[in-house]
């Protein structure tokens, strides 16, 4: 789900800390990509139709393939560096909203089940697509092809999206690419949505700065990650009858969750029981995230292992994949391959921000990024 509203918000009150980028716009930047969701939407979307989808001669499903191969050769012929961020453990706050989208699922096989026998095709298709869960041999077989192809990919040890947020803010890459608005959060600097749509609409790239972000909403870092906890995500339950213009407009009066829970009407909004939004907000702040990554490479492919893999193994085309290795091998050869630390800084958020006309009784500092639990990663 990510933060529930904040792209309509973002668009009504901060329309400027959006851009509108091509895949160009990022030729020799290093870029690191949420794997999960990406995969998730390769599997929704690559060669599905209605519950057919792309499988190989023992009936395994090969959409996260064809879409992981395609789209990471489109990344790199337009120069781009990528880097796959997969998911650890989930924390433990997430776990509501895992078994929240795992009733959704077994609700979705029922309608489906309900559809195919009334013959509802564009039913069948939509509950079948809601039906799909991302299980551990994706995620390998796509780590597996990616070390393939040359890219490097780092395995978190809990949310890609903080993960990657990190590497952002230390200056090991220039972005990061996910669909989840949780990555601002997380302080992501710079944010890039749609860059791995995978359907033909050529959707074009949204890039979003938190710092832009910031200062169009008159907002703190550590309010805005208090107004994304009161519109809603992944870690907790929300207050019925407050939506992403409401919270703004009580967290721009009142600052802190704190202050605004000891100011609204308790009658006509409900407050959860036991409300966790203070460990949230440490999640937020301090994530679970490593800072003991290695030095990032982009490598040429392994031809003979790339064909064992996706042709004798998944049954692709073998013309085609040989033409996708050689469009990796064009790109390696035309795109100077450069140090990363020597054209992105590390990030920390200003101390202030000065909100006109905005009065408060005392001075609310903003978050300075701060490493929470050190955990040694490896590369894969």
């Known amino acids: 789900m990510g933060i529930k509203g904040l792209t309509k918000l973002l ?5 400027r800390a959006a851009m509108r980028r091509t895949m160009e716009d990022y030729a020799g930047r290093e870029i690191a990509i949420d794997a999960s969701l990406c995969i998730y939407q390769f599997l929704i979307v690559v060669g599905r139709r209605g519950v057919e989808t792309l499988t190989n001669e023992s009936g395994e499903v090969t959409s996260h393939l064809v879409g992981m191969f395609n789209r990471t050769i489109r990344l790199l012929e337009a120069g781009m560096k990528p880097v796959y961020v ?11 909203e895992l078994l929240r989208r795992s009733s959704m699922r077994k609700d979705a096989e029922r309608d489906l089940y309900t559809a195919i026998e009334d013959g509802d095709q564009e039913a069948t298709e939509k509950f079948s697509k809601r039906t799909v869960k991302v299980g551990t041999k994706q995620y390998e077989e796509c780590k597996r092809l990616l070390k393939l192809m040359g890219v490097p990919i780092i395995q978190a040890p809990s ?34 949505r749609h860059l791995m ?23 703190t870092m550590d309010e805005f990650i208090d107004l994304c906890i009161l519109c809603g995500c992944d870690y907790c339950g929300t207050i019925k009858g407050i939506g992403g213009q409401t919270a703004l407009k009580l967290i721009r009066k009142h600052g802190f969750l704190e202050n605004v829970l000891e100011n609204i009407n308790r009658e006509r909004y409900k407050v959860p029981e036991d409300w966790p939004y203070q460990e949230v907000r440490r999640l937020f702040k301090e994530p679970m995230v490593s800072y003991e990554v290695s030095d990032l490479s982009w490598t040429c492919p392994n031809e003979e292992a790339l064909l064992e893999f996706l042709v004798h193994e998944n049954n692709f085309n073998h013309d085609r994949v040989l033409k996708g290795i050689g469009k990796i091998e064009a ?6 391959l450069r140090s990363p630390s020597s054209s992105i800084s590390p990030v920390n958020f200003p101390s202030k921000i000065v909100k006109p006309k905005v009065l408060r ?17 490896r590369m894969l």
Do not use: W
């Open 11 to 15: 668009a009504e009150h901060a329309p």
């Open 361 to 377: 009784s005392k001075t609310i500092a903003a978050a300075v990024f701060r490493p929470g639990v050190h955990i040694q990663m």
């Open 86 to 96: 997969f998911d650890g453990q989930p924390p433990p706050l997430k776990r509501e």
């Open 197 to 219: 749509d995978p359907t033909s609409k050529k959707i074009p790239i949204t890039e979003f700065e938190i710092s832009k972000v910031l200062e169009e909403l008159q907002l």
């Open 331 to 336: 790109a390696l050869n035309k795109h100077t």
């Open 159 to 192: 949310e890609a999206e903080a993960q990657c947020a990190a590497l952002c803010m230390s200056g090991k890459v220039y972005a990061v690419a996910s669909e989840d608005m949780d990555s601002l959060t997380f302080g992501t600097p710079r944010f890039l």
